[in-house]
C-alpha cells in the first residue's frame, strides 16, 4: 500500500539527512516553498502520478519532526505524486526532481498556517510558530509509473503469500497432532473440516445455518492449549473488553479464517468450541500473549444472526 507520511498542513515538511551537499546554487521559490538541489542526477524529472520512494527529515529549529530512517526502520516512504491543492507544500518539490536527486526545502510557518482552517487555528502544535521555518531534505531513491509499481507490489505479494503458504502447510501436520492429542487427553469428540479445523457443538441452536454476509453477535472466550485465555467478552478480567457481544459480518475477512469458518457452522443460539491449527489462526504473527504458530481454542456462543443490509442497485458494500 501506498503511505503517505505527512499532513500538509499540520507537519507540512518531512526531511531526509545526509544528503550531498554539491550545492547547485541559491533557493529557488517555487508554489510557496524554497527549494536548493544539492544533487542533481541525470535523468527524467518525476511526474504527476509517479511513485516515489524518498527518504526524509523534517525540522523545526532544533526539533526532528520526522525521519524516515528512524520511522521505518531504514525503509524509503513511498508516496504518489499528485497536483498540489495549495501552497506550502513539500510534495511541490517532487516534479523538480529525478531518481538520485536530494534537495533541501524550507517552508515558511506563515505560509502553513494560512493554509489552516479556522476552526483548527487554535490547535496549533508547539513548533507552528509565526516567522519560523520547516527545513526539509528529501533524498529520492526511486521513481515509477504507477503501473510498474503496481505490478512490483503484485509480484511481492505473490512472492508473499507463496513463502506464506508453505509455511502453513509444513505446519498445518504438526498443529493437527497437537489438537488431536489434546482432544484425545481430554476425551473429547470434535468433527474436522476440509481446512484442518476441529469443532464440537454443546448447544445446536435454532433456525436456519449461519449464511455467509449474516451480521452475527457472538460472545466468545479464546485460549491457548495449555488453557490460557488470552481474550473474553464474557470475563471482563481476560481481554477488558466488556461483556457486550462481538458483532462482524460472517465471510467478512474480519476475523481469522477458523473463526469465520467455525462460526458459518452454526446457528442463533448455537454454544460451539473451534480447535483452529495456528494457519487458521495467527500463523507467525501472533500477538505477543499467545505467541507464534500457537494452536487456539474459542468457546463461542451466537447471540444473535441477523441478515446483512440491502444494497440498493449500484451501491458500494459498506466498508
Known sequence: MIRKIVSIALIGAVLVGNTACNSNGGFKKFKGIEYNIVKDAPGENIKIGDIVEFHIIAKADTME????RKQQ????????VDEPKGSGQFQSVFTKLSAGDSCLVEI???????????????????WLKK?????????VVSVKSEADYKKEMEAKQAEAKKEADQKAAAQMPIDDKLIQDYLAKNNIKATKTASGLYYTIKTPGTGAAIAQGQMVSMKYTGKTLDGKAFDSNVDTAIGHHGTDPLKFPVGAHQMIPGVDEGVALLKKGSKATLFLPSP???GEQAPPNIGPNAVLIFDVE??????????????????
Do not use: F, W
Request: charged content about 20%; aromatic content about 2%; glycine content about 6%.
Open 108 to 126: 515558511s510557518c506563515d505560509t502553513m498556517i494560512k493554509a489552516i482552517p479556522p476552526q483548527q487555528a487554535g490547535q496549533l502544535p508547539p
Open 65 to 68: 519532526l520526522a525521519d524516515s
Open 131 to 139: 516567522g519560523k521555518k520547516i527545513k526539509v531534505s528529501i533524498a
Open 280 to 282: 487458521l489462526a495467527y
Open 302 to 319: 451466537i447471540t444473535d444472526v441477523k441478515d446483512a443490509p440491502k444494497q440498493e442497485p449500484g451501491q458500494m458494500p459498506a466498508q
Open 73 to 80: 526502520n531504514g525503509k524509503p516512504a513511498v508516496i504518489r
